[in-house]
Nanobody
Framework: QVQLKESGGGSVLAGGSLTLSCSYS????????IGWFRQAPEKEREGLAL????????RYADSVKGRFIISQDNVDDKIFLTMNNLQPEDTATYYC?????????????????WGQGTQVTVSS
């Protein structure tokens, strides 16, 4: 059974940091890459970063480049998103998702499996 589960969300003051975790299981050998997305109320879902599973290629959206870092633990099958200098506009529900293609895209339509999301709230 394919499963992705996010954790690590919470409330933080502006300027603070959080690290989100995405645990994945099921058929990861058939997956190509995992990405992180976020969606704020009344806004479209935004792709933030992706990493090739058990690979080295990473890609970031311009909006988070230099502030967010994606990494992975190949032993425990986890993908992390470390978010630094968080601002109120980063408040959203954050999702991880897995893709089987090799497009290495940050568009949500490229992804096949999704987690349930974890809430991040940044207050000023």
């Amino acid at each position: 059974q394919v499963q992705l589960k996010e954790s690590g969300g919470g409330s933080v003051l502006a300027g603070g940091s959080l690290t989100l975790s995405c645990s994945y299981s099921g058929q990861p050998i058939k997956w190509s890459y995992i990405g992180w997305f976020r969606q704020a109320p009344e806004k479209e879902r935004e792709g933030l970063a992706l990493v090739v599973i058990r690979g080295t290629y990473k890609r970031y959206a311009d909006s988070v480049k230099g502030r967010f870092i994606i990494s992975q633990d190949n032993v425990d099958d986890k993908i992390f998103l470390t978010m630094n200098n968080l601002q109120p506009e980063d408040t959203a529900t954050y999702y991880c998702a897995a893709a089987r293609n090799t497009d290495y895209s940050l568009r949500d339509v490229a992804y096949d499996y999704w987690g349930q999301g974890t809430q991040v709230t940044v207050s000023s």
